[in-house]
């Protein structure tokens, strides 16, 4: 196993789900979704209060550090009252004692309203909006249990926390379906003026269990590879972001953050990047689910990957385990020799080891689905990120190489 950074030196994180994996949408590519097969009580799966103010007290108590920072996730958490959150807010009050302390909530839109939005405002909330780009793309996947299309809501809803100033952030999946088209994805979050863009590759395979689930189950290995429909092409994942980046070069480095450029720019100068997914190790967020279950990775939640629960193991015993060490270790120790001898190793770290289910050229396991579009990815990118790192470095703002890419063009 290789050798952590030592913990403690770094703040313990979770994502709460104060609704479980239960939804008022039902997107057709959903990892989360049919979560509620494991907890069979699926119809009560929402948070006791007291569950609540255990896992506040518990969760400021075992941070090291000064910046406390709440991830309210689910399903949709906006199924929750507002008056969830405020109690959530006076326990934080109660057992913070003057730490500082930071809410984020990632939700579909749908349900925002003015006062959501004026409570967000209020309290500082961070608001992350899944929106999968303009109507067409958004809609294909993005629908209610009857078939009913969700942008307009979305669009409302971004509308509302704009009017109220909220601060939010985008969070977009690339699929099948909207991968061909970059630029027109890129621009949408320009037009709506959203700054601060997450774009998250979808990558699962079907896989039917006597549990109830179908979707991929990571120690699913050595089984034909049955990808489901909305999966991206890795190439087309890399030609996806080339497009972007080279767009973002024109005029947008320093006004407009897009979370995969930012991350490989971190590992490019030695910084820890703003995604798990270009991260060394794994395991630095934990799920709890409604009850208090507590797992690895909010795309590890299956039995296997279960640290324990709240009422029973404290939040510090279950993130610093052995077997969630272990599960952190894992990304770098297993990783093929194909990755251990890339040149863009540094960056990519072989990406989500959930995505590892291919064989390398020599017949290794553990190869990444999107090896081939990450490559793509890493090299066209190479010379902009060396140029951005000697600027950073100079202490001058890594924005310069929009000029400098002009130069090369000319
Ligand atoms: C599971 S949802 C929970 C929060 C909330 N309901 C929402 O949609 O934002 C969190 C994020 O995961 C994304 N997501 C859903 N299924 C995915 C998948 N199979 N692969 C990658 N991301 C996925 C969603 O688009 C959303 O941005
Ligand atoms: S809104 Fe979020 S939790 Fe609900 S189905 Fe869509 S991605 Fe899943
Ligand atoms: S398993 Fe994937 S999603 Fe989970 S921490 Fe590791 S890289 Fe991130
Ligand atoms: S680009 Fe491919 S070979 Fe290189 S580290 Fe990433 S997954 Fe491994």
Redesign the pocket.
């Known amino acids: 196993m290789s050798t952590l950074a030592t913990p403690f030196a770094r703040p313990l994180y979770m994502m709460v789900k104060p609704v479980g994996s239960v ?1 008022n ?1 039902a ?1 057709k ?5 049919e979560k509620g097969n494991f907890y069979p009580e699926k119809k009560n799966s929402i948070m006791t209060d007291e569950l609540l103010e255990k896992f506040v007290q518990e969760y400021i108590n075992s941070q090291t550090m000064s910046e406390v920072l709440f991830t309210w ?5 906006l199924m929750r009252p507002i008056s969830f959150y405020k109690k959530a807010l006076e326990f934080q009050k109660i057992y913070g004692r003057g730490r500082q302390i930071d809410n984020c909530i ?4 749908t349900l925002l309203t003015d006062e959501w939005c004026q409570f967000f405002k209020e309290n500082n909330f961070l608001v ?3 929106i ?1 780009g303009p109507q067409e793309f958004h809609d294909e996947y ?1 629908r209610n249990k009857q078939g009913q299309p969700s942008f307009y809501k979305v669009k409302k809803g971004i509308d509302l926390l704009k009017k109220h100033g909220v601060e939010y952030n985008a ?3 690339v699929n099948d379906y909207n991968v061909d088209y970059p630029l027109e994805f890129y621009n949408f979050f320009k037009e709506i003026e959203c700054h601060y863009i997450q774009f ?5 395979r079907i896989y039917e269990q006597n549990d109830g689930t179908k ?1 991929t189950h990571p120690l699913q290995q050595n089984q034909e590879i049955n990808l ?1 429909p ?1 999966t991206v092409d890795s190439e087309k994942w890399g030609d996806f972001l080339c497009a972007i980046f080279d767009e973002w070069l024109k005029e947008d480095v320093g006004t407009y953050f897009v979370q995969l450029f930012d991350a490989a720019l971190a590992n490019w100068v030695g910084e820890q990047p703003g995604i798990c997914t270009l991260a060394k190790t794994c395991g630095h967020a934990g799920i709890m689910e409604f009850n208090g279950d507590v797992y690895s990775c ?2 590890y939640v299956f039995p296997e990957y279960k640290l324990g629960n709240i009422r029973t193991h404290s939040l510090t015993e279950m993130m610093y385990s052995p077997k969630q060490l272990k599960f952190g270790a894992d990304k770098a120790d297993t990783l093929p020799n194909q990755c251990k001898s890339c040149e863009y190793l540094f960056a990519c770290n072989g990406e989500c080891p959930k995505n590892r289910f291919l064989t390398t050229a020599d017949g290794e396991p553990g190869l990444n689905y999107l090896c081939k579009g990450l490559k793509k990815y890493f090299t066209h990118i190479a010379p902009y990120m060396d140029f951005m790192k000697k600027e950073l470095m100079a202490q001058r703002p890594p924005a310069n190489v929009m000029e400098w890419a002009r130069k090369q063009k000319q």
């Open positions: 939804c949408l997107c590519y959903c990892y989360y979704l996730h689910g399903g949709e958490p990632q939700t579909n839109g992350g909006i899944s999968d993005r969070m977009a999946v998250s590759p979808i990558v699962e979707l489901a909305f909010d795309h």
